[in-house]
């Protein structure tokens, strides 16, 4: 037999079903158990998918043991440092690093797309004054979806390709503009003399009567924030985007989907919950008792910008950020800012309690981006925005290629079934 297998005995019929094990480059080996229907009549069952392996992937790796995060084999301290998030995107795409003419070609087709159709700019009109910026990012994207009728073959590699490069460019615009409605400015169109992240601050910031004065060290420290989220393996949003693509939907509306998904608290919506966690707190004197809540078992709140899925170890994207966030602090002479006093003391004070030791629980990368981006005048609001804006590269290269399989088919997990059993109906008068 076949060593590289596992073998499951339903211990009630003596049947057996001999599973291949299929092995990786890194990682857990997975077992193959695809013909557990029809040989042993059964389903696995794993809520919440916590050790189901939904694809194969060749985009991004994590050990959560090690604190390793490797963006197509490259591991992320190095393009933290060494790269920009342009080229941290054309890697994701398309595989590899590009070479001096790719990166100029990749750059220009990014600038050529961050335009939107004017007629998407009275969506925003419809929204309240004071809508979140993440319905906003769903509404708009969504709609996308009924203006780009020239890219709606899925199945055709270069309409692919130009729906990836136009999510890209255009949540630059869309998001930033959320934030110009919001504070009711005229919108500010792209600049294409600007980089990416220039033209994004430009977009944000920009006031119509006065030039804009960029500010490097800001637009470098949201640089690496955006390479840092660009993505992570088969998260929740990720997920969402693969599964609402295998029904070859619009990559608009896919891309949707995941905005939709990471607005969530317990995943991309926690920058915005940490930020407001510690304005809670206000001082690093009521840290103390304030962490006693997290660790009721009764209660549902969440120390926010903690505890990871897969990291049980540290989350190597927290280590740099918070390097980056101490320099930054430095840089812009707020070191003192509050905020940030709480928020190290609470890693203080959590990394030494018995709760949080036990459970594996360390900060995520969420829970100091909320720092950096108070720190470079982000609104609050907008935090899970720019979350969005860093993990569509993430999105569309892991939709990309869900699209290039081969035999791609529906996801469509099962159950097992605890309602009522079959029954007859009831006419109304004798119920
Ligand atoms: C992101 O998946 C990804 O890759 C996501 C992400 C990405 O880049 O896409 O990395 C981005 O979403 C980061 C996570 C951001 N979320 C938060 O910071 C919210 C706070 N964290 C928790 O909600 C939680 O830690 C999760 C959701 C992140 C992980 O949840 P799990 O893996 O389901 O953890 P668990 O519920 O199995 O926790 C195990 C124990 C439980 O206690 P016991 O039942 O064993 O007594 O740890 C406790 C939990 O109650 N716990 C926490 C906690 N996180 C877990 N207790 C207090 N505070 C926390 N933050």
């Not at 905020?339 to 100091?368: G, Q, S, T």
């Amino acid at each position: 037999m076949n060593n590289d297998t596992v073998t499951i005995i339903d211990n009630n019929t003596g049947k057996q079903l001999v599973c291949p094990i299929k092995r990786g480059t890194h990682g857990h080996p997975v077992i193959d158990c695809q013909d557990l229907p029809k040989t042993l009549g059964m389903f696995t069952f794993d809520p919440a998918f916590m050790t189901t392996a939904s694809c194969e992937s060749a985009i991004t790796y994590i050990d959560g043991d090690e604190g390793i995060l490797l963006y197509r084999g490259y591991p992320i301290e190095e393009l933290a440092v060494k790269s920009s998030y342009l080229e941290v995107c054309y890697l994701l795409l398309y595989g590899e690093l590009p070479t001096c003419q790719q990166m100029d070609d990749f750059t220009l087709a990014v600038k050529k797309y961050t335009l939107v159709h004017e007629g998407l700019l009275h969506f925003y009109r419809g929204f309240r004054h004071d809508a979140h910026p993440m319905a906003m990012l769903v509404g708009v994207i969504g709609a996308m979806s009924g203006y780009y009728p020239d890219a709606l073959d899925i199945k055709n590699p270069e309409h692919r390709n130009r729906s990836a490069l136009r999510l890209m460019a255009k949540m630059s615009t869309v998001a930033a503009n959320c934030h110009r409605y919001l504070i009711g400015r005229p919108f500010a169109h792209p600049r294409n003399d600007l980089g990416y992240v220039e033209n994004f601050m430009n977009m944000m910031f920009s006031i119509p009567s006065e030039p804009y004065q960029l500010n490097e060290t800001a637009n470098r420290a949201l640089e690496l924030i955006l390479i840092l989220h660009a993505d992570h393996e088969q998260n929740a949003s990720t997920s969402t985007v693969r599964l609402a693509g295998s029904s070859q939907a619009h990559p608009f509306s896919c891309i949707a989907a995941g905005i939709a998904t990471l607005w969530g608290p317990a995943h991309g919506g926690a920058n915005e919950a940490v930020i407001r966690m510690l304005q809670d707190i206000e001082d690093p004197k009521n840290v103390y008792n304030y962490i006693k809540r997290f660790k009721d078992k009764d209660s549902s709140v969440r120390l926010m910008g903690f505890g990871h899925r897969v990291y049980k170890n540290y989350d190597p994207r927290a280590k740099i950020i918070r390097e980056s966030c101490h320099q930054l602090l430095h840089e812009l002479n707020a070191e003192h800012l509050p905020l940030f006093e709480i928020a190290l003391e609470l890693e203080r004070i959590a990394l030494e309690d018995e709760y949080f030791i036990e459970r594996k629980l360390y900060p995520n990368v969420d829970f100091y981006s909320g720092i950096i981006l108070s720190a470079l005048g982000i609104p609050l609001n907008m935090f899970t925005a720019i979350f969005a804006l860093s993990r569509t590269v993430g999105w569309v290269s892991q939709w990309s290629e869900m699209m290039e399989e081969p035999n791609l088919r529906i996801a469509r997990p099962r159950q097992l079934y605890i309602g009522a059993a079959q029954r007859k109906f009831v006419p109304m008068e004798k119920r």
